[in-house]
């Protein structure tokens, strides 16, 4: 068994540029930790294979995805010296523990999770669901047990694919003995976090219904969407009481403003929940509130911008980054493959004893 280190693994799939409900959801929350200095190791990996179950037709979208992913990875501070930032496919020893892992969970039992049933409606995968994509939290349990990660930062919609990862480890450990670690869910703790609305106030962001704002999206382009925000329906003279249910400027705002903010840009209010009370209430018109939150997220994303820029005319460099990453993360899931392999006894060349073991049974 492995030592008591604190272990992180993390990652998205390479299907576009990352957006800020991914930044919302995880990426800040990834920086945050990585630079905590409580973490022995951090895994963050491009998860392209992953990617290609549900894109198998499309390999060039995830192809040209990788470095828009590397470079967001890198403008929104994760830091190659404390963070391994790896490519799924690079390391196949993950394949190869997939595949084993299939061995110890039911068809039945994947079907009930709720995460895969949730994304096959999604899809429209009901008649025709690919192998791969329905395997999935099995591949993820691969991926999360290779680096023996003791903390899986994830939104809440990933809690069945986490509590799949731990009935495998426990079925492995109680088959082949005390192998692999289990991992424990770390859920963002800001509320409005969680699952951040599109901009047109539909329940999920996503680049197919074309409601993102993203982390690489120069000034002028985050303003006219901040701007075109949904926000209450009948709220619809500055006088009129406003509701803050459903309404995506207030959600943002719950996401991503703080007192400060407050202080140099709105300073007649002295907090978010001032600001809500006078909405409530009628007196305070949307182009009002939309201003102010174009302010906060242009503070927000324009280090993001720059720091982008500047990756950017390193296009090289971040390729060696994407490239070491991925070496040193097959090494790691290399060791611990050896061990699976140990364990379930099929390491027969590697293992010093199964020569004289078949040499007995046969001369005797």
Not at 195 to 207: E, I, Q
Not at 298 to 320: F, M, N, W
């Amino acid at each position: 068994m492995a030592d008591h280190k604190k272990i992180i693994l993390t990652g998205d799939r390479p299907t576009g540029k990352l957006h800020i409900g991914h930044y919302a959801g995880s990426l800040k929350r990834r920086v945050e930790l990585q630079n905590s200095g409580e973490f022995d190791q951090i895994f963050i990996m491009i998860a392209d294979a992953q990617a290609l179950t549900d894109n198998a037709d499309n390999p060039a979208k995830i192809r040209d995805s990788i470095m828009e992913v590397a470079l967001d990875y890198l403008s929104i501070g994760i830091d190659p010296a404390v963070s391994t930032i790896f490519v799924q496919s690079h390391v196949s020893e993950l394949t190869e523990l997939s595949f084993y892992y299939m061995n110890l969970v039911t068809v039945s039992r994947l079907q009930r999770n709720p995460t895969v049933k949730s994304e096959i409606q999604m899809r429209n995968f009901e008649t025709s669901i690919p192998v791969g994509f329905f395997t999935y939290p099995i591949s993820q349990a691969a991926d999360i047990t290779a680096f023996k990660a003791t903390t899986v930062p994830v939104g809440e919609d990933q809690a069945p694919m986490l509590e799949q990862t731990r009935e495998i480890v426990h079925k492995f450990n109680s088959v082949y003995g005390e192998t692999l670690v289990e991992p424990h869910i770390l859920l963002p703790e800001n509320e409005a976090c969680l699952r951040l609305p599109g901009t047109d106030g539909k329940a999920k962001m996503s680049k197919s219904l074309g409601n993102c704002i993203y982390l690489s999206d120069p000034e002028e382009d985050v303003q006219k969407k901040v701007m075109s925000m949904y926000t209450d329906p009948d709220h619809i003279r500055v006088q009129d009481p406003g509701k803050l249910e459903g309404n995506t400027v207030f959600t943002y705002l719950d996401a991503f403003s703080n007192d400060g903010h407050f202080a140099e840009y709105l300073p007649e209010y002295a907090n978010l929940d001032e600001l809500k009370d006078h909405y409530r209430r009628g007196g305070l018109g949307d182009v009002k509130v939309k201003k102010f939150l174009n302010r906060v997220m242009q503070e927000e994303l324009s280090p993001i911008r720059q720091k982008r820029a500047a990756y950017e005319k390193d296009i090289a460099g971040v390729y060696e980054i994407l490239k070491k990453g991925s070496l040193a993360a097959k090494q790691t899931a290399a060791d611990t493959l050896s061990e699976v392999k140990h364990a379930m006894k099929i390491d027969y060349f590697d293992a010093p004893d199964f020569l004289s073991e078949q040499r007995k049974r046969f001369q005797s």
